[in-house]
């Protein structure tokens, strides 16, 4: 992703913030203006849990150029306590592990170097519990 975008969304990639709606309940993840459910505006912010679960997985064998030394890997819908939905790496576990259920810890790790210029891009990548 472009970098003016990456420094964009830098309260919801570092903080996992989300928001709710306060209309309908809907929780939201990265944050939004209107709510996707109820097209309500009235939001409150959120702060997700850094747990969740594997809603679904799969497995990367052919990658991007920056990710290509990392292949293969997993990636996941993971799904919080609150309702949020978000994507992520899955790591520290082999790939047969990662399946729909598998609890998992939110953790903030460096995700890739971007460009000639090395900008490093941080974010959260899931760990199974122990």
Known sequence: MP???YWREVPAR?????????GCGK???????VCPGCRGTDLEPLALSRSGTVVT????????AEFAMETPY????????EGAR????????ELP????GLKV??????????GHGGILCYGHKAVPEA
């Open 3 to 5: 970098s003016p975008r």
């Open 14 to 22: 570092f903080r996992l913030e989300a928001v709710r709606c306060r």
């Open 27 to 33: 929780v939201v993840y990265p944050a939004r203006r």
């Open 57 to 64: 997985s799969t497995v990367i064998h052919v990658a991007p």
């Open 74 to 81: 997993a990636v996941a819908i993971v799904e919080t306590p």
């Open 86 to 93: 978000l994507m992520a790496q899955v790591v520290d576990c």
């Open 97 to 100: 592990e990662v399946k729909p």
């Open 105 to 114: 810890n939110l953790e903030f790790r460096l995700i890739r170097q971007e």
